[in-house]
């Protein structure tokens, strides 16, 4: 049961990098960009997140916000952070809670690991709108940031 465009987004508070409590409805009246991604300190995830960091401007311009989020720790997406120097905030899905509210979850992903957040895209209006979804199944994969950029648009 995907989540499509045009249903509203489902509401999460979670835990940042910066250890302080990021509600979805704290950026009411801001676009959001959301992105999901299974691990801190993987090559596809490094990646998809640094392409975020380099347009960063561009959202920024555009009164968007970004946040990202997986289920690794706080302290993990603290350092994830600061190596990366991401100007965005992460956050911790550690309780698996808000995932499978996107469908953006692998019940089991490799090597056995249970419970990873999926990679994942959603762009939501200033309404708490959903107005573009991308989830992937493949995790090699990223998500198309075109268009992304023109959802935000």
Same mark, same amino acid.
């Given at each position: 049961?995907?989540?499509?465009?045009?249903?509203?987004?489902?509401q @999460?508070? #979670?835990?940042?990098?910066?250890?302080?409590?990021v509600s979805?409805?704290?950026?009411?009246?801001?676009?959001?960009?959301?992105? @999901?991604?299974p $691990?801190? $300190?993987?090559?596809?995830?490094?990646?998809?997140l640094?392409?975020?960091?380099?347009?960063?401007?561009?959202?920024?311009?555009?009164?968007?916000?970004? #946040?990202?989020?997986?289920?690794?720790s706080?302290?993990?997406?603290?350092?994830?952070?600061?190596v990366?120097?991401?100007q965005f905030t992460? #956050?911790?899905? $550690?309780?698996?809670?808000?995932?499978?509210?996107?469908?953006? @979850?692998?019940?089991?992903?490799?090597?056995?690991?249970?419970?990873?957040?999926?990679?994942?895209?959603?762009?939501?209006?200033?309404?708490?709108n959903?107005?573009?979804?991308?989830?992937?199944?493949?995790?090699?994969? #990223?998500p198309? $940031?075109?268009?992304?950029a023109?959802a935000v648009?």
């Open positions: 049961m995907a989540l499509r465009p045009g249903q509203p987004a489902p @999460f508070t #979670l835990v940042s990098s910066d250890k302080k409590e979805l409805s704290d950026f009411k009246g801001k676009k959001v960009i959301l992105h @999901f991604f $691990f801190a $300190f993987t090559g596809v995830c490094t990646k998809q640094c392409e975020m960091r380099d347009n960063f401007g561009y959202y920024n311009g555009l009164n968007a916000e970004i #946040l990202a989020i997986s289920v690794d706080p302290a993990t997406l603290a350092k994830f952070k600061e990366n120097n991401y992460l #956050l911790s899905d $550690f309780n698996k809670e808000v995932s499978p509210k996107y469908d953006a @979850f692998y019940e089991v992903f490799g090597m056995g690991l249970k419970g990873v957040s999926k990679r994942a895209a959603f762009v939501i209006d200033e309404e708490q959903i107005v573009y979804a991308e989830v992937l199944e493949n995790a090699g994969e #990223l198309d $940031f075109n268009a992304i023109e648009k």
